[in-house]
C-alpha cells in the first residue's frame, strides 16, 4: 500500500525538509516523501498492533558512520524499524515491488540506523548477513551434437531473485515489450555478437520473488585449430574469467583502509555443451575445486559425462569487506583466476 499505491516526491518546502506530513494528508495526496511514507506506514502497523519506529539512515554513506562526530546532516533519509515475531525488520516505504513477503526482504545496505526516540538512541547495526542460496543462477546449453562446423542451438535461461527481480519486474511495468526486448538484445549482443536470437520470454514469479529469462536461438561456436596439439579446442566463456582486482594506493591517510567486496554477492553459472559422436573422444580442460580469494569463494568444476561437457562457476561473497594487508595478495590470486582455461578438446 505504501509502496506502490503512493507516489514519491520529495517536498523540500519551508519545513517539508525535516518535518513529515501527517498520515492523512500523504493519504489524500497519494504522494509523500520518505518522511510521510514512514510516518503513513507507522499509523498503518500501530493499527496492526506491531511495534514500529521512525530510525534515521544515510544513503550511500552509512559506511563508518559510528565513528564520526555526531551531525543531523549525518542523515538524508528515514525508514521504518519493525518487531515482529522477535525480529527486527527494516521496511523503506520508498522502495517498489516487494510483494512476496516479509521473509523475502533483506536488510537494506546502510550499514547504520538511528533510532527515534522519546528518550533518545544509540546507533544501531544494520547487520546483513551473507546470502545461503544463490540470487543469480544462469544456465546456457549449446547443442553441437550436429557437428562442429554446424550452427549449435542454444538455451539460456537465467533466473534473479530480491532486489534483481524486483528491478526487472519494474522495468517491464514502465517499457512496451518490443522496446524491453531491443534493449535487452542489443545489450547480449555486446557479449554474444556469435549468437542469432530467435525467441525471448520472461516468468515473473512473484510468489518466489523471482524474475526469470529464458532465450532460444543458434550459436556461431569458435573452434579453433591448436597447432601444438593437432586438434581443435572450444574455449568456454566463463564468469570467474574476469580481470579483477584491488587497486594499489599511494601513500596518505585512507592508504590502510579496507577494501569493499561485492556484498551480498552469491551467482552460479553453468555451461553445457552437448558434443558430436556422444563425447567419444573429446576432453575437457579447466579448473576443478574451492577457494577463497579476496572475500570471495569462489567453487569451479570442469566435467565431461554422457556426452556432455559441463563447467560451472559458484561466486558467494562471505565479508563486505577485506584488510588492506590482504589486498595485494587477492589481486594476484584473482590475475591468476582470470587466466585460468576452460576448453573442450575434439579428438584428432
Known sequence: LVEDKTRY???GLGDG??????????????????KGKTVLLLALLKELGIQAEPALVNLGG?????????????????IV?????????????TRTGDRSGLDALRPPPHHWALPVRAAGADLEAIQVPPLNQP??????????????EAPAPMTLS??????AANVLRQNMARVPRADFERGFLQQLARSMSWVQVETIDWTDDVEHDAFEFRITGKADL??????????????????????????RREPGPNRDAPFAVP?????????ELVLPAKGVGFSVRGPNGTETVGGLELKRTSAIKDGVATFVVETRSLVPEIPASEAEAATRAMRRIAADDSLVRAPK
Do not use: M
Open 62 to 78: 552509512g559506511d563508518g558512520l559510528n565513528e564520526r562526530p555526531p551531525s543531523l546532516g549525518a542523515f538524508n533519509h528515514v
Open 263 to 271: 556484498y551480498p554477492l552469491y551467482s552460479i553459472s553453468t555451461t
Open 222 to 247: 569458435d573452434w579453433r585449430n591448436n597447432a601444438d596439439l593437432g586438434v581443435r579446442e572450444y574455449r568456454v566463456v566463463a564468469s570467474s574469467n574476469r580481470s579483477v582486482g584491488f587497486p
Open 17 to 34: 525538509g525535516y518535518v513529515p506530513a501527517k498520515a492523512d494528508e500523504t493519504w489524500q495526496r497519494r504522494f509523500g516523501d520518505c
Open 81 to 93: 524499524r519493525a518487531t515482529i515475531g522477535g525480529k527486527v525488520y527494516w521496511l523503506d516505504g
Open 158 to 163: 537465467t533466473r534473479v531473485t530480491g532486489d
Open 9 to 11: 516526491f520529495f517536498i
Open 135 to 148: 540470487s543469480a543462477v544462469a544456465v546456457t546449453l549449446f547443442d553441437a551434437s550436429q557437428g562442429l
